[in-house]
């Protein structure tokens, strides 16, 4: 399906059939396409947890407010940006240098150039782990949109009560919950944009 009509026929879905089930290798295939997405230096600063068993769903759900979708959607992930970009860039980085499409020399450089600009950096380490995360959250609807599914990003949470709840380090942040399943009847449909004339200005 063109990207294009997946953009025009995505919508939040608030209402999934908590009869459905998504199979663990599914499950890695969505985390496999979103982390196809961009990030600064390829840092590759998120992480991914797949909340798909009852038990798990039920823990999330008391930190998600009581919000149902948690518990009906087939799995929400709780997507996360890393704060240690830098620390792991260079062996993040390797396997492109294996690959044949850095040199080594290169991924000193960026290296060199990361540990400049995130060391002691702490405000800079959170907004590239959150734009990071924002971007590989985005490619995660996406890939569901592709693969027939509903999903709906969710920011009503209590971040504190998750990194312990699900034992975050201290380099990982919540960045937002993306519920995927089916979607059940009396969702609304992807809802108006503003016009081009509001958000567009050429330069």
């Keep these: 399906m063109p990207i294009k009509t997946l953009l025009e026929q995505r919508f939040s879905c608030n ?35 797949a909340v798909h068993s009852s ?19 087939a799995v929400t992930f709780i997507v996360c940006g890393r704060l240690d970009l830098h620390q792991q860039l260079a062996r993040t980085l390797a396997p492109s240098v294996s690959a044949g499409i850095f040199t080594q020399d290169l991924l000193d450089t960026m290296v060199y150039y990361a540990s400049e600009g995130y060391h002691n950096q702490p405000q800079r380490q959170r907004d590239e782990a959150i734009r990071s995360a924002s971007l590989a959250a985005m490619t995660l609807m996406l890939a569901a949109q592709g693969m027939g599914l509903a999903s709906c990003p969710m920011i009503g949470f209590d971040a504190d009560a998750i990194t312990q709840e699900f034992g975050l380090s201290e380099h990982e942040i919540p960045v937002m919950l993306i519920a995927i399943g089916q979607a059940a009847d009396n969702n609304w449909p992807q809802k108006p944009r503003k016009p081009l004339t509001e958000v567009l200005t050429f330069a």
Excluded: M
């Design 15 to 49: 209402y999934f059939d908590p009869a459905q089930r998504l199979n663990e290798a599914d499950i890695a295939e969505l985390v496999r396409l979103a982390t196809l997405a961009p990030s600064a230096y390829n840092g590759q600063n998120w992480q991914f947890i």
């Design 55 to 73: 038990t798990s769903k039920q823990k999330l759900l008391q930190h998600a407010y009581g919000q149902q979708k948690v518990v009906d959607a």
